[in-house]
């Protein structure tokens, strides 16, 4: 099976799961609802109803955009696009999930607040102060470094110990280098090849010049209207620049420098090995093969 029809089910089924677990989190629980310690009985108050219901439609409207969302897909080919997306995907998923929960967690500390609920219940123990938006665990009382998951399964980690910090710091730290690996990627991709022939020098790159070949080290050229069978040994493989040491069907192991989806290629026999590169465009590559075979 693919490994991107993999990744489409996972991230359906985490999504799934996901939004069931968050529309449970509209029905009151003891004493509780959203992560905010109130009474029981004024779950049923008309501003109470209110909040469950703007949060049942936020989060029905957030589920529909990420369902969607993989759809943009169909705009793009590029491996390294579709891999970041998938990144970001599944990043957004979590985050916008627990965003309608996170709004209505607000919403119900400032109602508690302004209507004074707990005035009439004050043998109602209180517990909102240890979670930070009704989802991080902060209790600075608590010498535990786990504790029970209030929202969902599992457990969480104690934000207020160091090291609770010093975790949740690995994390974001791991997912901002991903997402910026990711960018740096398609960054990578969408730079031009270079190719170029002047003063006896062939240089070719594409940020800078990763190759450079004296006109008297040259010793024949050709020019191929396809990249032949390739294996990489070292260096990039993307969908539209391969770059680094191929071992390359009929030839062995070249230096190449190429968009393999163009139809020319200059193959270089110098005293170092061979090489393949090509230009930007086909009409570049065909420049300057003329001018390397008049000098040669």
Not at 86 to 93: P, Q, R, T, Y
Not at 131 to 149: C, T, V
Not at 185 to 214: C, F, W
């Amino acid at each position: 099976m693919n490994a991107e029809i993999i990744i489409v089910i996972c991230y359906y089924v985490v999504l799934v799961v996901q939004f069931w677990m968050m529309q449970k989190e509209k029905d009151p629980k003891e004493n509780k609802i959203f992560g905010v310690t109130i009474p029981n009985t004024v779950v049923e108050y008309e501003e109470v109803r209110r909040i469950r219901k703007k949060y049942g439609t936020f989060l029905t409207m957030v589920g529909v955009l990420l369902a969607l969302l993989p759809f943009s897909l169909l705009l793009t080919y590029w491996t390294t696009v579709r891999v970041l997306f998938w990144m970001f995907a599944f990043i957004l998923l979590i985050v916008l999930s627990y965003l309608p929960y996170w709004i209505a967690n607000g919403e119900m500390i400032t109602l508690k607040e302004e209507k004074r609920y707990m005035e009439m219940f004050p043998e109602i123990e209180e517990i909102d102060a240890q979670w930070k938006h009704g989802i991080f665990y902060y209790n600075p009382k608590d010498d535990e470094l786990a504790a029970e998951k209030k929202l969902g399964i599992a457990i969480c980690i104690n934000h207020a110990r160091p090291m609770g910090k010093f975790f949740a710091g690995c994390v974001i730290f791991a997912v901002v280098v991903f997402l910026a690996f990711g960018a740096y990627m398609v960054h990578m991709q969408s730079r031009p090849l270079t190719l170029s022939y002047e003063n006896g020098t062939l240089k070719a790159g594409q940020i800078e010049t990763d190759y450079s070949l004296d006109g008297d080290v040259i010793q024949n050229v050709m020019l191929l209207d396809h990249m032949p069978e390739r294996d990489r040994v070292s260096g990039m493989g993307l969908d539209n620049i391969q770059r680094g040491v191929y071992n390359v069907e009929g030839f062995g192991n070249c230096k190449i420098n190429v968009r393999p989806e163009n139809s020319a290629f200059i193959l270089i026999y110098a005293e170092e090995g061979c090489y393949i590169f090509s230009a930007e465009t086909d009409e570049k590559t065909e420049e300057i093969y003329k001018k390397l075979k008049e000098d040669l």
